[in-house]
Structure formats: structure tokens, C-alpha cells
């Protein structure tokens, strides 16, 4: 059979936010697929037995829609059940099952994969009818496929997520950290998705797994089918859909370029961060996975400087044990070549939830009960997390961070539990350091209003100005639609930060970046001229920072911040900081400037 694809070339324009560039074959991932597997059959002896496999699918999906609706029946319940009978009319439609049919035998695929090209097909067709009540009813087709593909899995609850051999890339409208941990990995070359922002957990994971990635496509998902071929641009921001020839060989000779230089950038890695007129900046890590230490040390990390504990919580179905944090942790703050190890407690709720309360009821999660708040009312969760760091404190130097700190209050509470935790296992017996540095973040506005407070309660400030600019612009980090008002180099982002720094050296405590500011090439002078202690970020950005700041001076990032400061607006900031960096690094910026 033939395939129903056009090869059109399309160019899509998103927010690119892990750079680099992944050129492959588009898998469509929708969560419908999350619990299925996808292989090609090595065999082709093995086609009769998958035919068969899939009408057995197709009979017992039957069976159990006509259980339902005759359950519905009883209870006279009366408009589902004609849906289901619509449903049961595809079910058996000559159509749909002969297409399913003919790409298990012609391309060699799994029932489950020939089932999702059955339904990218329809889809396609119903998106092409101009009617919206026509065009929706493609969710009578998904609804379908996916009952067939639940029970092509036996219902089985842990189904390996695999996509052959060859790599993808996945194309999805949005990917929960959920969903990436379903899937190899190893096999994934790069993402593109309909939404998400710069700091989106899509785009922080892209970013820590060193996998291109353009978000806030809007519709990529209509536009693209699995084995479409297609590039990501993570560093420009854009996607191409069936690239022709020529543009295919400027992208294979961009991405050697990209390699070339990111391979060249390694050397300053080993490198200190200090300016030419000797001013030295600390260099953290920014990590969620214990598995990115070695590449964090690679890239000249000095430290971890934010450990987003969350991901413990979303990986699986019930809650960490102590032990389970102990032995995670124990693997961080034990790492040799790091100087110390920040560990953030659990920042839940918000954008991340853990697999067990799948979504927020909350309006708006992100000024809901998240990260701090949520530990505080949660007392027991929050003390075991606290127990596990007190014990790893003991096997090498740890650093405790508190996230979304809103109040001397809240700080006070934290610090409470803290203490106790420590009695208790002092009371044990349990080996524990005889300290431990306690910073908060900075990312609520309040916060930074009463830093010179919250400074006399801790060691040390993180500023995490992914939730700062949320927070203090009103603009969802999460939102696409808004990427554009998302500005680091707002001049109230820039007096907020300035404040803080301000407030922290007067009061002789440690600051540090951790947001996603830290590691942006264009915005190092900026925040060297504020005179930040430390600037945590992940580890591709480490050496590309040391660079620039090894060629600069403090007074030149003075200055600049001086001019930076002297404007109105946002975008006169922002062209005055470009102009410069551009003229003063120009083969730094020279990438994005292609
Ligand atoms: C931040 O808000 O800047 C930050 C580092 O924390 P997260 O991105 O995990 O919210
Ligand atoms: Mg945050």
C-alpha cells in the first residue's frame, strides 16, 4: 500500500532551548502511546502471528464495548451508548483494519505501531474537513485505537517504550517529566513540541540530556507524521519538516559545525571563571539526575549548585524512602572533583507533579501549594527528605536549599524541622555533619523585598530567576504565547536581581544564580557587573561562560551593567547588551548569528 504522505517542506518557528542539532526520523509520541511498545518484526514469519494478534485485539475490544453498553443499557442510560456503537462500527470498519493490516505486512511493524499510522492517517483527513464537528470527531477513532492498543498490551502495566533501532525524534504537544522517563533515551536524537517555554521541564530535561529541542511550535503535532524526516535547531529555534536536499546538506554541515565547536569550548572548562582583571566567579552545576555528575565534571562544574530533588518524587508510583534518598544523595555529595553539593528540597506541585496525584486540582499551581508550602503542611514527607541530607552531610560537604521562600516565617519553620530532624538522629547514634550551609532561593518577588531579613536567617541566597521573572513580569513561564515578554533583561528583572546581590554582600552571605539566566552567553556581563558570587547552570553552558568570562573584564561589566541600567525599556536593555556582547565576542555569538 501506498503512503498517504506529502513530502512537503515546512519550516516551523518555535522557542529553541537546548541547542545543537538533531537530524532524524519523527516519531509522534502522544501519551497514548506511553505504556506500548513499538518495534519493527525481524521477521517476516512473524507478520501472520501479528495479524492475528491484532484482530484478537479487535475482538476483545468489541467484547468489552459491548459489556459496557450493555451495563449502560441497564442503568438506561441512553446517549453513550450510541457513541459506542459508533465506536464498535470502527471497531469493525473493512477500511481501518485492512489499512492496519497492510502496514504490519508491507512495513514490518508491531500491530501497536501500525495502529498509530492508521491513526495519523485519520487524522490527517478529519483535520482536512472544515467542519469542527466533523473535524473533532477524530477523537471516536483515537478513543478506539487506544482501547485496541490496551489491550494489545495485555493491560500490562510496566510496557517497555521502544522505537527500533534507528533513533527518532519525538514530536509530541508536550512532554511531562512523566512521559520522558518512559522513554530510552538512547534512542531519542531531539525534541519538538506544540508548547512549553525557555524553562519548561520539557526544556530543562532537553537541556540536562544535551538533546536539541524547539518548544511552543504551536502545531507541529498537524503538521508532522511518524517517519517524517525532520530537523531540530534547538540553537535557532527551528524545525524543518521533509527537508529538500540541498537544505538537508546545509544543516548536516551546520550540525559538524555545532559539534566542532562545542568539542572546542571543552578546554576552558578545565579553566577557572576569572576575568582579566582577576575577579572569580564561582561555577556550579545545575543537575536532576545523578547520572549527569561525570558530564558536569567534564564541563568544568566546581560544584553542584542546584540538585532538583523533585524528579525522586516523579519517577514513581509510591513516595522515596529515607534510604532512597540517602543512597541517591549519597552518590552526589561523595563525587571527589565537586567542591560541595547543593541539594534543593522537593519543589512539587507547580509544573511538576509526582505519578501519583498525575495533576493539580489547583487553579493555578504555580501560586499554589507548591515546593516549600506543600513541605511545611506535609510535614513527614518534607522530615524524611530532611533526615536523608543530615545523614549524607556526614560523607561529604552538602549544602541545604529551600525553595520558594516567600517569608522570615516560612524560613524560620524550615529551619525548625531541620534542627529537629538533627536532634533525632543524633539521638540515634546517626553520623551527621556538625553543620550544614542553609541557603533559600530567591525566586518570589517578596523575597527579594525583605532579602536584608532572610539574609540574617541563612548562609546563602540562590536566585532562581525562572520563577523570579514568572513571578515579578506575571508571565507563565510556561506559556509560549507569552515567550516573548519572558525578558531576563527587563530593567525590573535586572533591579531585583541588583538588589538582592546588594543585600546579601551587606550582610556577608554567599550569592548565587541557579535560574536558567546564568548559563545565557548574552546576559554573563551583565550579571559579573552585579558582582554575583556563583552562577549555577547545566553543564553544556559551563565552558562557554568560562570563556567569555575569562575574556572580560569587571570593569567593562561595570560599565556595561551602568548603561544597562541607564534605559527604559526592556527591548533598549536588551539591544544595548546584544550590540555589545556581539562586537566584544563576535566569534562567541557567531552561531546564532548565521
Ligand atoms: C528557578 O526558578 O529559577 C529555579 C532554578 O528553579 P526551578 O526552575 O526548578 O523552578
Ligand atoms: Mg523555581
Known amino acids: 500500500m501506498s503512503d498517504d504522505r506529502t513530502n512537503k517542506t515546512f519550516v516551523l518557528k518555535g522557542v529553541g532551548v537546548s541547542p545543537g542539532i538533531a537530524i532524524g526520523r519523527c516519531y509522534r509520541f502522544d501519551p497514548l502511546d506511553s505504556q506500548v511498545s513499538f518495534y519493527k518484526l525481524n521477521d517476516a514469519s512473524l507478520i501472520p502471528e501479528e495479524v492475528l494478534r491484532f484482530k484478537k485485539a479487535l475482538k476483545e475490544s468489541e467484547q468489552q464495548l459491548l459489556e459496557i453498553q450493555k451495563n449502560l443499557k441497564k442503568e438506561k442510560v441512553t446517549e453513550p451508548v450510541y457513541i459506542i456503537d459508533v465506536?464498535?462500527?470502527?471497531?469493525?470498519?473493512?477500511?481501518?483494519?485492512?489499512?492496519?493490516?497492510?502496514?504490519?505486512?508491507?512495513?514490518?511493524?508491531?500491530?501497536?505501531?501500525?495502529?498509530?499510522?492508521?491513526?495519523?492517517?485519520?487524522?490527517?483527513?478529519?483535520?482536512?474537513?472544515?467542519?469542527?464537528?466533523?473535524?473533532?470527531?477524530?477523537?471516536?477513532?483515537?478513543?478506539?485505537?487506544?482501547?485496541?492498543?490496551?489491550?494489545?498490551?495485555?493491560?500490562?502495566?510496566?510496557?517497555?517504550?521502544?522505537?527500533?533501532?534507528?533513533?527518532?525524534?519525538?514530536?509530541?504537544?508536550?512532554?511531562?517529566?512523566?512521559?520522558?522517563?518512559?522513554?530510552?533515551?538512547?534512542?531519542?536524537?531531539?525534541?519538538?513540541?506544540?508548547?512549553?517555554?525557555?524553562?519548561?521541564?520539557?526544556?530543562?530535561?532537553?537541556?540536562?540530556?544535551?538533546?536539541?529541542?524547539?518548544?511552543?511550535?504551536?502545531?507541529?503535532?498537524?503538521?508532522v507524521h511518524t517517519g517524517d524526516e525532520i530537523i531540530v535547531d534547538g540553537t535557532s529555534g527551528l524545525v524543518v519538516i521533509n527537508p529538500y536536499s540541498d537544505m538537508l546538506r546545509r544543516y548536516e554541515e551546520k550540525k559538524r559545525h555545532y559539534d566542532a565547536a562545542k568539542d572546542e569550548y571543552l578546554k576552558y572548562g578545565k579553566l577557572p571563571a576569572v576575568t582579566l582583571d582577576d575577579y572569580h566567579v564561582g561555577i556550579g552545576c545545575n543537575i536532576e539526575?545523578?547520572?549527569?555528575?561525570?558530564?558536569?565534571?567534564?564541563?568544568?562544574?566546581?560544584?553542584?549548585?542546584?540538585?532538583?530533588?523533585?524528579?525522586?518524587?516523579?519517577?514513581?508510583?509510591?513516595?522515596?524512602?529515607?534510604?532512597?534518598?540517602?543512597?541517591?544523595?549519597?552518590?552526589?555529595?561523595?563525587?571527589?572533583?565537586?567542591?560541595?553539593?547543593?541539594?534543593?528540597?522537593?519543589?512539587?506541585?507547580?509544573?511538576?507533579?509526582?505519578?501519583?496525584?498525575?495533576?493539580?486540582?489547583?487553579?493555578?499551581?504555580?501560586?499554589?501549594?507548591?515546593?516549600?508550602?506543600?513541605?511545611?503542611?506535609?510535614?513527614?514527607?518534607?522530615?524524611?527528605?530532611?533526615?536523608?541530607?543530615?545523614?549524607?552531610?556526614?560523607?561529604?560537604?552538602?549544602?541545604?536549599?529551600?525553595?520558594?521562600?516567600?517569608?522570615?516565617?516560612?524560613?524560620?519553620?524550615?529551619?525548625?524541622?531541620?534542627?529537629?530532624?538533627?536532634?533525632?538522629?543524633?539521638?540515634?547514634?546517626?553520623?551527621?555533619?556538625?553543620?550544614?550551609?542553609?541557603?533559600?532561593?530567591?525566586?518570589?518577588?517578596?523575597?527579594?523585598?525583605?532579602?536584608?531579613?532572610?539574609a540574617r536567617e541563612v548562609d546563602f541566597f540562590s536566585i532562581g530567576t525562572n520563577d523570579l521573572i514568572q513571578y515579578s513580569l506575571a508571565i507563565d513561564r510556561a506559556n509560549e504565547r507569552l515567550t516573548f515578554m519572558y525578558e531576563p533583561l527587563h530593567p525590573a528583572v535586572l533591579r531585583l536581581i541588583k538588589n538582592v546581590v546588594d543585600m546579601a554582600h551587606k550582610a556577608n552571605i554567599h550569592v548565587a544564580m541557579c535560574g536558567e539566566m546564568a548559563g545565557d552567553p548574552l546576559c554573563v556581563l551583565i550579571l559579573l557587573g552585579m558582582e554575583l558570587d556563583e552562577l549555577s547552570m547545566n553543564h553544556l553552558a559551563i565552558p562557554r561562560i568560562k570563556k567569555i568570562i575569562r575574556e572580560s573584564t569587571l570593569k567593562e561589566s561595570k560599565l556595561l551593567l551602568k548603561k544597562a541600567f541607564s534605559f527604559n525599556t526592556a527591548s533598549e536593555v536588551r539591544a544595548c547588551v546584544h550590540d555589545y556582547m556581539i562586537k566584544r565576542f563576535p566569534d562567541e555569538f557567531k552561531i546564532e548569528e548565521d
Request: hydrophobic share 40%; charged share 25%; glycine share 6%.
Open 87 to 223: 465506536h464498535i462500527l470502527i471497531l469493525k470498519d473493512k477500511i481501518f483494519i485492512n489499512r492496519t493490516i497492510s502496514y504490519i505486512r508491507n512495513q514490518g511493524v508491531n500491530a501497536e505501531w501500525a495502529l498509530r499510522m492508521t491513526l495519523d492517517h485519520y487524522k490527517q483527513i478529519f483535520e482536512g474537513v472544515k467542519d469542527a464537528y466533523i473535524s473533532s470527531r477524530v477523537s471516536d477513532v483515537q478513543y478506539v485505537v487506544q482501547r485496541v492498543l490496551r489491550n494489545l498490551s495485555g493491560e500490562q502495566k510496566e510496557v517497555t517504550w521502544e522505537v527500533g533501532d534507528d533513533g527518532v525524534i519525538i514530536v509530541s504537544r508536550d512532554l511531562s517529566p512523566a512521559d520522558t522517563a518512559q522513554m530510552k533515551l538512547d534512542k531519542i536524537f531531539g525534541f519538538a513540541t506544540d508548547s512549553g517555554g525557555r524553562t519548561s521541564h520539557t526544556a530543562i530535561v532537553a537541556r540536562s540530556l544535551e538533546l536539541p529541542a524547539v518548544v511552543g511550535l504551536d502545531d507541529i503535532t498537524r503538521f
Open 289 to 454: 539526575f545523578v547520572e549527569e555528575i561525570p558530564s558536569a565534571i567534564v564541563h568544568g562544574a566546581e560544584n553542584i549548585g542546584l540538585y532538583r530533588t523533585e524528579f525522586l518524587y516523579i519517577y514513581r508510583e509510591d513516595l522515596p524512602t529515607e534510604e532512597d534518598h540517602f543512597n541517591n544523595y549519597r552518590q552526589v555529595v561523595t563525587e571527589k572533583n565537586l567542591s560541595w553539593s547543593t541539594i534543593r528540597t522537593f519543589d512539587l506541585g507547580g509544573d511538576k507533579f509526582p505519578n501519583y496525584q498525575k495533576q493539580s486540582k489547583e487553579l493555578n499551581p504555580q501560586m499554589g501549594m507548591r515546593a516549600i508550602r506543600f513541605c511545611l503542611k506535609e510535614v513527614e514527607i518534607f522530615k524524611t527528605q530532611l533526615r536523608a541530607i543530615w545523614r549524607v552531610s556526614a560523607l561529604g560537604k552538602t549544602k541545604i536549599l529551600f525553595p520558594m521562600i516567600s517569608s522570615v516565617d516560612e524560613i524560620r519553620e524550615a529551619k525548625k524541622l531541620l534542627e529537629e530532624t538533627r536532634q533525632e538522629l543524633i539521638e540515634e547514634g546517626v553520623a551527621i555533619a556538625p553543620e550544614i550551609e542553609i541557603g533559600v532561593m530567591i525566586e518570589v518577588p517578596a523575597a527579594v523585598v525583605i532579602a536584608d531579613k532572610l
